[in-house]
């Protein structure tokens, strides 16, 4: 994949990990189409976009919390501009027990991490089957790849993601479609100012955290040698493998480890 003169689609690009990424393929001389729900913010992603000299940037607002608009919009967009990569990055999170998460607390990260993946891949395939060419990116997580207490459903959104591309991924083949999924560890974003708290959180552990710039390095290494998957950093990586390779030492690890929220 040459990003020079290709297109790109980012949704999530106003901030965080979507909008290191938009200014990573804008380097390398890529139409970036940048789509989230604040304006001023993909407004100034535009600017500095265009202050680079090198790429261009259109910016799109949408909300993938509302299924029906988002839809019409992403179709719209795709009918009128040859599309060729796709990454799937908008997403959220919520911290509890998920016995005391209010359901209003759940749905919306289910909407937006399951729901609104989905329908962007479904706006960006007729014209990638089309034209026999194109790139899926899904940001996952490590909790993707094994998930911990206190995370249930975003784990369970992620996880989603994972079966989602397995599935595509085959189904593509044919038309020369590549289904990426790139796994972050801890970012350094606002994801953690902006996730719902259902119940206070305790004292949080110092865990790796990588830059948004480092993930997006992902994302382009993901698209360059199709990758099925990248998980970011080497801990990352250490954590997926464990948790598959040693299910139950990890479950007792992270029971004695993750501590306990109270649940008021
Ligand atoms: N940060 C981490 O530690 C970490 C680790 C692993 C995986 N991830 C994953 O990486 C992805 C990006 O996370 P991030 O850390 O960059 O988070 P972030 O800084 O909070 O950015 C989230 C992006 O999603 C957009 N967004 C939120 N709700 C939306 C909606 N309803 N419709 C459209 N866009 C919406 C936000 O823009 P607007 O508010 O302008 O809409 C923003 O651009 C997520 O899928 C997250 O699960 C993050």
Known sequence: MQFKDSTALITGASEGIGRATALRLSAMGCHVIAAARSVPRLESL?????????????????DLMRPADALRILEELCQRTAVDVGIVNAGMGQYGPF?????????????????????TVRALLPGMRK???????????????RAVPYNAAYCASKYALHGFSDALRLELRPE???VGVVCPARTDTAFFNRMTYSVPQGESRRVPTSSPDRVADAVIRCIRRRRREVVVSPEGALFAFVGSHFPRLTDILLYHSVPRPTEE
């Open 46 to 62: 535009r600017e500095e976009i265009a202050a680079g000299g090198n790429g261009s940037c259109e910016i799109l607002p949408l």
């Open 99 to 119: 016995a005391a998460s209010p359901w209003e607390d759940v749905e919306p990260l289910l909407r937006l991490n399951i729901d609104g993946a989905l329908l």
């Open 131 to 145: 034209r026999r060419r194109g790139s899926i990116v899904m940001i996952s997580s490590t909790l993707g790849k």
């Open 176 to 178: 020369n479609i590549h």
